[in-house]
């Protein structure tokens, strides 16, 4: 099983960028299962940055400093999730990685623990 992550890149701040992640070797539709995405900065520990649990719906949770800039979605097949950046700023550079688990509860989304299976990261670098 893998999860793959692209569409990370350099941009300008204020600009956008649409990341994705796509996984191979099976399926995380069911209900039970939250995709998320987290990031690593140079010298800074793994944070968490948003999450989708499918039995919310399409409701995403996010963490403070993403929250309005960034959207988590998934495609109608919940076989792939995306997450929309807007307004992008100098300290969102990073490596994003996606990330899913099983049955997590709302106070674990954030929970890097938590999750199962990883993506290999996919830079994202904010710069003028």
């Known amino acids: 099983v893998q999860l793959q992550a692209s569409g990370g890149g350099l941009v300008r701040p204020g600009g956008s960028l649409r990341l994705s992640c796509v996984a191979s070797?099976?399926?995380?539709?069911?209900?039970?299962?939250?995709w998320a995405w987290f990031r690593k900065a140079p010298e800074k520990e793994r944070e968490f940055v948003a999450a989708?649990?499918?039995?919310?719906?399409?409701?995403?949770n996010y963490a403070d400093s993403v929250k309005g800039r960034f959207t988590i979605s998934g495609d109608n097949a919940k076989t792939m999730v995306y997450l929309q950046m807007n307004s992008l700023k100098s300290e969102d550079t990073a490596v994003y990685y996606c990330a899913v688990g099983r049955s997590l509860i709302t106070s674990s989304l954030r929970d890097q623990g938590r999750y199962d299976y990883w993506g290999q990261g996919t830079q994202v670098t904010v710069s003028s």
């Open positions: 989708i649990r499918w039995r919310d719906g399409r409701r995403g």
């Open positions: 070797g099976r399926t995380f539709s069911s209900s039970e299962y939250t």
